[in-house]
């Protein structure tokens, strides 16, 4: 048996399949010392730079000096501490411009939310129920449809007229949607506005996954809602706390029915020890960096060094593809294994870490660069990935 995982794992490597971990050394960063190497990083989410800014740590600190380190035990147990109820009630009231009658829900991580979500509404009414989700979405959202045994339907990207005839036609009476808002391999937005729309008209629940979005879109990072200036009862809103936030977990927002609701029927809620209360304490302090100056101005120059990638990479004439994002996900398309693997190697050579992302992450064929830049990159530093890109021998 050992012998055929060995043969499989061999095949993978050949297929430029096989994934390696590396080693980071030093705190997720700019500059992270990679088995043993400095490196220039252009691949966390940590959109903000917040994942190892000292206000946090110190909160961090702080809230394990005051909470101690681990929960013991699940929330619906004895696990449920102040922290995680004073964070619930800051979320929410972080949401509230967006979201009707808001309560908020902290999770483990983003993925526990998504199947927590999925698998309640779809318990709401087990045999009519129906998901429609966007081609897209992110792996923990196919998993949470799988879960729930939800019949599901996927809709072409983006394509909300689309998704409208999909609706109409269903016989369902329990219709979830569910998307990404930032797509997290490819970097566009999802219109929201025409998708609320459409689930109002079609009667249907709206899922954002904003995983992408919080701390980023808005003038005062509170995602996707805030960049579309969309308030709504039928959203059902999911962002996490480990990318731009800087820490670890997710939460889910929504009307304060459907939260309780969620509380006693997700299993990926019920059946976890909950998240060391130290997190949430560390949490609120990166909320109030989030919503205050200090995120208008790293939301401000994340804008700017993104323009200034999209703009110079533009007159490189290479044959990959940029695709049309204005995040600070910004990939390039390469085509094959080999050719993106050859290219992050050749990155890597220059001492420039930026991740390779292949099947099944994305499509056959098109497997990427994925560059995403952080508040804390410099211009400098962007100039020297174009550089380094302009240097790479594929
Ligand atoms: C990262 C991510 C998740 C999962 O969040 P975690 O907190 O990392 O588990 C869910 N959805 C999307 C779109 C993501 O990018």
Not at 95 to 118: D, K, P, Q, W
Not at 128 to 146: C, G, Q, Y
Not at 297 to 306: A, V, Y
Not at 312 to 321: A, F, V
Request: glycine content about 8%.
């Amino acid at each position: 048996m050992i012998e055929d995982i060995r043969a499989r794992l061999e095949a993978l490597k050949q297929a430029g399949l096989y994934r390696v971990r590396k080693e980071a050394q030093s705190p997720c960063a700019t500059q992270v010392l990679v088995d043993g190497r400095q490196m220039l990083a252009f691949n966390s989410n940590d959109y903000l730079g917040l994942a190892s800014d000292p206000r946090i740590v110190e909160a961090l600190q702080e809230g394990a000096s005051l909470y101690g380190v681990g929960s013991g035990a699940s929330h619906l147990i004895s696990g449920h501490s102040k922290a995680h109820a004073q964070l619930e009630d800051r979320l929410a009231e972080f949401m509230s411009a967006h979201i009707e009658s808001a309560r908020a829900l902290y999770f483990c991580t983003g993925y526990m939310a998504n199947l927590a979500v999925i698998t309640s509404l779809v318990e709401l009414n087990k045999g009519e129920a129906e998901v429609f989700s966007e081609t897209l979405n992110h792996a923990s959202i196919i998993d949470a449809v799988r879960l729930s045994k939800s019949a599901c339907t996927v809709y072409p990207h983006c394509d909300h007229a689309k998704l409208r005839e999909l609706l109409r036609a269903s016989a369902s009476s329990n219709k979830i949607v569910v998307t990404d808002s930032v797509f997290s391999m490819d970097g566009d937005i999802a219109p929201l506005v025409e998708l609320i729309r459409v689930c109002e008209e079609e009667c249907a629940w709206l899922v954002i996954d904003d995983a992408h979005g919080f701390g980023v879109l808005g003038a005062r990072g509170r995602g996707a809602l805030e960049h579309f200036n969309i308030r709504s009862s039928r959203v059902i809103y999911m962002g996490t706390l480990g990318k731009a936030a800087g820490v670890a977990g997710a939460f889910l927002c929504a009307d304060e029915y459907l939260i309780d609701w969620i509380v006693q029927k997700a299993r990926s809620y019920i059946y976890t020890t909950a998240a060391p209360p130290a997190c949430a304490h560390a949490l609120l302090t990166s909320l109030d960096l989030i919503g205050g100056e200090v995120g208008a101005s790293k939301r401000k120059h994340l804008s700017e060094i993104t323009q200034l990638f999209k703009s110079e990479i533009g007159r490189h004439s290479r044959d990959w593809k940029l695709l049309p994002s204005q995040t600070p996900i910004q990939p390039l398309v390469i085509g094959t294994n080999a050719r993106v693997l050859a290219a992050s190697k050749a990155l890597e050579e220059q001492g420039l870490w930026v991740s390779a992302i292949r099947a099944p992450t994305v499509p056959e064929g098109s497997a990427r660069l994925r560059v995403t830049f952080s508040a804390a990159h410099t211009i400098n530093q962007v100039e020297q990935l174009l550089g380094g890109l302009k240097a790479i021998p594929i």
